[in-house]
């Protein structure tokens, strides 16, 4: 049986049609010959995620995403992943976003819970989660260190103001004026200090003199000391008030005219025989001044001493 060319042409046409669909189907995520299972996810935002993006269990890949469409008016998103893989997973099984880098894109995971809850069959609804990529996290971290430097640039911007503000012409002339002063102040405390170190250089021996003189002092002043706490200061405490006591008895009984050095001061005709007494003697060595040889005569033929001469102040 031979085939015209418009049959051929058309047998061509809807192969390649087929062809055409089933390989934009198979892009797409969704494959005819497949029988892999089917399952469903409710999100609030899909984080990028898009049709195609793979489906893992445990970081291996087990399906890819079908569909992503709006659930209904409250703008939430209905996600339709399939599951080549016939591994067993609960129904509380939990479908999570994840990934997101700077180049790759999104993916699905499914977190498998084998305890709690039947298995997991084609067209269930899994509950949803999204985890935090790295442009999340790198957003969350940088968010507070961005805010910091915010301030720290205004707070900078003020102080360069105020700092501009204060240095007007005025005070940069002043402050020129305070760095010379404060240069020659420096130079004249520089030259002080040299003038102390050729004194110092000069007066070394004197002060090593010196210096040795204060601690052979300080020497002696230990040495004292120590001869200070050899002495027995008690016993001479006792002896001075012994003294003392007996100076006060003395005293007591001269007052109260008590033995002869008591008379001797509080009679007076003591006073005057001893006054008389003195005179006498006084006129006697006159008087053997005067007359020496009254007193003393060596003559042999018994020569006359001569006139007397009467002493002065004689008594009468």
Do not use: C
Not at 20 to 25: A, K, L, P, R, T
Not at 277 to 303: C, M, W
């Amino acid at each position: 049986m031979k085939y015209t060319k418009e049959v051929k042409t058309a047998l061509l046409a809807l192969v390649a049609i087929l062809l055409f669909i089933f390989g934009y189907s198979f892009l797409k995520g969704k494959n005819w010959f497949d029988s892999s299972r089917t399952f469903y996810a409710i999100y609030n935002d899909v984080e990028g995620l898009s049709p195609s993006s793979p489906v893992t269990i445990n970081g291996l890949k087990v399906g890819s995403v079908t569909k992503i469409g709006f659930l209904d008016n409250t703008g939430k998103l209905l996600v339709t992943f399939n599951v080549d893989n016939n591994f067993p997973f609960s129904k509380n099984s939990i479908a999570q976003v994840y990934g997101g880098g700077l180049i790759g894109g999104k993916s699905l995971a499914i977190v498998p819970d084998y305890e709690q809850g039947a298995q997991a069959k084609s067209g269930d609804t899994l509950p949803s989660a999204i985890e935090e990529g790295l442009l999340e996290l790198v957003n969350e971290r940088l968010t507070p260190l961005q805010e910091k430097v915010e301030r720290v640039i205004v707070s900078t911007d003020s102080l360069i103001n105020s700092f501009n503000q204060v240095m007007n012409p005025e005070t940069r002339e002043k402050l020129r004026t305070s760095i010379e002063d404060l240069s020659i102040t420096v130079a004249s405390l520089k030259s002080t200090a040299g003038t102390a170190n050729n004194i110092f250089s000069e007066n070394s021996p004197k002060l090593n003199r010196t210096f040795t003189n204060l601690d052979e002092m300080s020497t002696n002043l230990n040495n004292f000391s120590d001869t200070l706490v050899g002495i027995d200061l008690r016993k001479m405490t006792d002896d001075l008030e012994k003294a003392v006591a007996n100076f006060e008895d003395m005293t007591n009984k001269l007052n109260e005219g008590e033995g002869t050095a008591a008379r001797l001061i509080n009679d007076p005709s003591v006073y005057e025989n001893l006054d008389r007494a003195t005179r006498q003697l006084d006129e006697l060595i006159q008087d053997v001044k005067l007359n020496p040889k009254r007193y003393v005569h060596f003559s042999v033929f018994g020569k006359n001493p001569g006139p007397y001469a009467r002493p002065k102040d004689s008594l009468k």
